[in-house]
């Protein structure tokens, strides 16, 4: 593999805790196994907050953890539980990843980094929530496997992107937060529907069906 240059320049180290903040709510542990082992052989010269991800303990946890993250969201359903848990979890860790990645010298910049990138969390791990919530609607397996893989990929993708062009990682990232914010808003009406059907199935309505003895 080609090694990059060991030394992150300003736009690179922004577009590094950047990316660090929105692959948090997509792949957490992804993130920080794949960021850590950069580190490890020398791809990457860390900054000083997040080279404790090159521990080798750390390699260690985050590599488990991917791996389970890897078949879980892959099973309908059981995706959805584990994106729902991970909320609490997600967004704190892409707020700390960007701070440690810019704050170490700076305070203030510590907190701006983590107000942003907790921020790129909530976003797309809000997108990846609702998104897996509408697939987990069709009765077969292999769309859910498909958009997981495509989200595996997506996020190696976007992190090699922010270490090696950082303003075409910065242009990426925008055009990916208006189009998940313009997702959200079409599949929560999607699912607002599928629903308010499932509510009328279950009580033994159909849609637009009226009970002649109900006055």
């Not at 990645?101 to 609702?130: E, P």
Request: glycine content about 8%; some cysteine; aromatic content about 10%.
């Amino acid at each position: 593999m080609e090694q990059f240059n060991n030394l992150l320049a300003p736009p690179q180290l922004l577009a590094l805790a950047a990316a660090l903040g929105w692959a948090s709510g997509v792949r957490l542990y992804a993130a920080v196994f794949l960021v850590g082992l950069a580190g490890y052989f020398g791809w990457l010269d860390l900054p000083h907050g997040l080279q404790v991800l090159q521990h080798p303990g750390v390699l260690a946890a985050s590599g488990f953890m991917c791996f389970v993250e890897f078949f879980v969201d892959k099973i309908p359903y059981l995706d959805t539980v584990w994106d729902t848990v991970h909320t609490l979890i997600r967004i704190p860790a892409g707020a700390a990843l960007a701070a440690a990645a810019l704050g170490a010298d700076n305070q203030a910049m510590g907190w701006i980094a983590a107000i942003l990138g907790g921020s790129l969390a909530a976003t797309s791990h809000a997108a990846k929530l609702t998104t897996r919530a509408a697939v987990n609607t069709s009765p077969e397996p292999f769309s859910n496997i498909a958009v997981s893989l495509a989200e595996d990929g997506f996020v190696v993708f976007m992190l090699w992107l922010s270490a090696t062009h950082p303003v075409i990682f910065a242009i990426a990232l925008v055009l990916t937060l208006i189009l998940a914010v313009a997702l959200m808003i079409l599949l929560i009406k999607f699912l607002r529907i599928v629903i308010a059907r499932l509510s009328e199935f279950f009580s033994g309505q159909r849609p637009g069906f009226r009970n002649p003895d109900v006055q």
